[in-house]
């Protein structure tokens, strides 16, 4: 059985499509591409194989890959290795679920509908805020919506971000704010938190709001006490990014006085992946929900007196002026909405809770057998909840690389994102990992260099 089997068209199939076409070879369909632009040999490729032979290569070469079954994985920096309860696939994999895509037709997507209307109700309660929507793309995207919403209700053009919030998260800020022409800046860090002194003395009322990561990029709570009420006295925003799964633990950000809370919920449920597909979510107070992007979901009753639901302050471009529309998000990321809801319906309020402790009683004994090592140390003080920064002899790269041979995932170099903080790796550790696996890693790190 050769390759050529699973040609879509036979010779005479394609010589009789060539005919209605009015074209005598294949090559006369692409006359119109100049001809030092096409390929002027044959390409380079192997032999064709069997289905069986071509099946073993693949396997062969998917086997070269390591991932997080099959390797411990310390790595987190934005995508993390959660637990996600067989629930969450057995929901999400259902055929009424995974092939919906908009509902915008309300009498025949009650299902759709209620699972959105459900995962908001749950991430307002996980935030404290009055207000959620669904289907941004990941946690950077729904920050950036947060910083233009920011500006769109203040009026003003400058948002303040701390040098601690997520460098990605950084990078697609300054590409969605200055495709508007809104300004960007950054507040300085100390000791891997925010300089407050600094962010202080930068507040004016030319500012717009002020972006805050807790827990921070490095894994630090950060103190925002009192920071709410120094913007709000200036008439800015705080915008909070936050990990979920830290809430239970740390406080929801309406408790510390934010405006608009966005994160990434891919812990929620969601596989890492390669990346991707990721889960914005994002909540902000009543007072700004005209002008929030997305979907949101309502609930109302029909004209017999039944629960029902329906999409509601639809001021997306694909049902108003486009000029007027607060945003362009068009995606719809409902399943991966689903897969949070459900999760964190079978978790409950103690099981997330439960998942926060343990992540941060484990993150905890990690950093203090690392720390006890006599070539490595913590890079910054200071509250972590599972992750933190340790600067390592010898190169990060090389270290991780190291570890990868035991069949472990290291953390994060910061180095290229940070050249003050070269040779330091930002370490992650979830419920996941066992004290056996920590113990593992420590044994690793003891025999480097």
């Known amino acids: 059985m050769s390759g050529r089997h699973y040609l879509p068209l036979t010779d005479a199939e394609r010589k009789e499509m060539l005919s209605a076409a009015g074209a005598a070879t294949v090559e006369d369909l692409f006359a119109d591409i100049p001809a030092n632009v096409r390929l002027q040999r044959e390409m380079n490729l192997p032999p064709a194989l069997a289905e069986r032979e071509a099946l073993l290569h693949l396997a062969a070469l998917a086997g070269r890959n390591k991932n997080s079954i099959d390797c411990i994985s310390f790595l987190g920096a934005g995508i993390y290795d959660h637990f996600t309860p067989s629930a969450v696939k057995h929901v999400t994999g259902r055929s009424e679920f995974y092939t919906s895509y908009t509902p915008y037709q309300a009498e025949i997507s009650q299902g759709v509908l209620q699972a959105i209307f459900e995962y908001q109700t749950m991430i307002c309660e996980l935030t404290g805020m009055d207000v959620a929507n669904a289907s941004l793309y990941d946690g950077a995207t729904a920050l950036a919506e947060g910083a233009i919403m920011a500006c ?76 709410a009420d120094i913007l709000h006295a200036k008439g800015a925003l705080l915008i909070m990014s936050v990990d979920p799964l830290s809430l239970p633990l740390v406080g929801a950000p309406a408790e510390y006085g934010a405006d608009i809370v966005a994160g990434e919920g891919q812990g929620l449920g969601n596989s890492p992946s390669f990346g991707g597909p990721l889960l914005g979510f994002f909540a902000s107070t009543d007072k700004l929900i005209r002008r929030m992007p997305g979907r949101i979901v309502g609930e109302t009753v029909d004209k017999e007196g039944n629960r029902g639901f329906v999409l509601t302050l639809q001021t997306r471009e694909q049902h108003i002026r486009r000029e007027r529309a607060t945003s362009n998000i068009c995606s719809n990321q409902a399943l991966n909405a689903l897969a949070a809801a459900v999760y964190m319906a079978c978790l409950g309020p103690e099981g997330m809770k439960e998942v926060a402790f343990q992540c941060l009683q484990k993150s905890a004994y990690a950093r203090e057998k690392i720390s006890s090592l006599g070539n490595y140390s913590i890079a910054f003080n200071g509250t972590h909840f599972k992750e933190f920064a340790v600067k390592v002899p010898g190169g990060a790269r090389a270290l991780n690389a190291e570890l990868l041979k035991s069949n472990i995932l290291g953390g994060f170099d910061l180095t290229p994102y940070y050249p003050e903080l070269k040779n330091t790796i930002l370490f992650c550790v979830t419920e996941n990992r066992t004290k056996e696996e920590i113990d593992m890693l420590v044994r690793v790190l003891e025999g480097w260099r």
């Open 152 to 227: 769109g209700s203040t009026r003003r053009e400058k948002v303040l971000v701390s040098r601690t919030v997520n460098p990605f998260y950084r990078q697609v800020l300054g590409t969605y704010l200055s495709s508007r022409g809104l300004q960007l800046e950054e507040v300085p860090m100390l000791d891997g938190e925010t300089d407050l002194i600094k962010l202080e003395g930068l507040i004016g009322s030319d500012i717009a709001a002020f972006i805050l990561q807790r827990p921070n990029f490095f894994g630090i709570l950060e103190n925002v006490d009192k920071v």
